[in-house]
């Protein structure tokens, strides 16, 4: 029961602190003249993959890397398969032609990348921690100078613009506050809880700790989505799973290399990962083009309980 509210009470804690975070980051860029384009596309990005980035961290200093890189595996696939199922059942989304042309080779690219450097020695060693933040530098610099400035604004709330400094401060207190002491939590309290539930780390974070992290995202897709505005960006979600290996990846690897513990992971998660980035071609194409619809939802939607029921079989 213990391991259960401290699993909860770090959840709580994680999505509190990267709310906290990303008002905080915000209100600075904005204080510093930063153009909001700049803002959404990499301080809000980088705030967002807070919670990821913690728990991997304090998973890896902690000695549990299994939950550090199946926590990334775990959120990449819950971003598709559960994020993105749930919000097409709720109403269709149109993807742009443009994303085929980069956000999704970016991202099946990326995934195929760390697929390469676990299975290539079972490590992902400090080297390949500070290729994959270069890569997504990289990344991030080419999106800013494609990208059309006025797509980005309305993502930015103004009311940010007229915080003081001493509430921004706050915010950026509370936030690192609660993201440290949930992380903490949610580490903890999962360890325990697989081994009184009998089953590996490697289960408990690619599934409860992963959905989790993924719960910000959720909850703003499914609230935009019910009030039948435009539910959310396919690139949005890309990104985010770019940035997942990127930056929480790519950021623990450099403080601490992450050895593969768990069979699992390169046997199947990981597997499940690829498969979810790739089905996103057939399905934004087949048969309407350019369109996912409440079917094609459930279809993400189905493949994701089925990928949850094998882990924990």
């Known amino acids: 029961m213990e391991s259960i509210f401290y699993v909860i009470g770090g959840l709580v804690l994680l999505v509190l602190g990267g709310e906290f975070l990303v008002r905080s980051s915000i209100g600075l860029s904005l204080k510093l003249n930063i153009s909001k384009m700049v803002i959404g596309m ?28 199946n926590n990334v595996v775990g959120s990449n696939i819950a971003n598709i398969g559960l994020v993105l199922g749930i919000t097409t059942i709720i109403g269709a989304i149109t993807v742009s032609k443009g994303f085929f042309k980069f956000d999704w080779p970016v991202m099946v690219a990326f995934s195929l990348l760390i697929y390469y ?10 080297v390949e921690g500070i290729i994959l933040c270069v890569l997504l530098v990289v990344f991030l610099i080419v999106l800013i100078k494609k990208s059309n400035p006025d797509e980005v604004d309305d993502e930015v709330d103004d009311k940010l613009a007229s915080a003081g400094w001493l509430k921004i401060f706050l915010w950026l207190l509370i936030g690192a506050f609660a993201l440290y002491y949930g992380s903490e939590f949610l580490v903890s309290g999962a360890r325990d809880l697989a081994i009184k539930v009998g089953v590996s780390e490697a289960v408990i974070s690619v599934t409860l700790i992963a959905i989790g992290t993924s719960v910000p995202e959720l909850a703003a897709s499914v609230i935009s989505a019910v009030k039948g505005e435009k539910a959310i960006s396919l690139g949005n979600l890309i990104g985010s799973n770019i940035f997942n290996i990127g930056s929480v990846l790519g950021l623990t690897a450099v403080v601490k290399e992450i050895p593969v513990t768990e069979a699992s992971i390169l046997s199947r998660d990981i597997f499940w990962m690829l498969i979810f980035a790739i089905v996103l071609l057939p399905l934004a194409f087949l048969p309407k083009k350019l369109e996912i619809s409440r079917y094609k939802g459930m279809i993400l939607f189905v493949g994701y309980a089925f990928f949850v029921y094998l882990a924990f079989m």
Do not use: M
């Not at 993959?49 to 902690?62: G, M, Y």
């Open 42 to 69: 990499t301080v809000v990005s980088f705030a967002t993959s807070a919670p990821e980035l913690l728990v991997s961290l304090q998973a890896a200093l902690d000695g549990s890397p299994a939950i550090a890189i």
């Open 117 to 126: 450097f676990l299975a290539n020695d079972n490590v992902l060693s400090r």
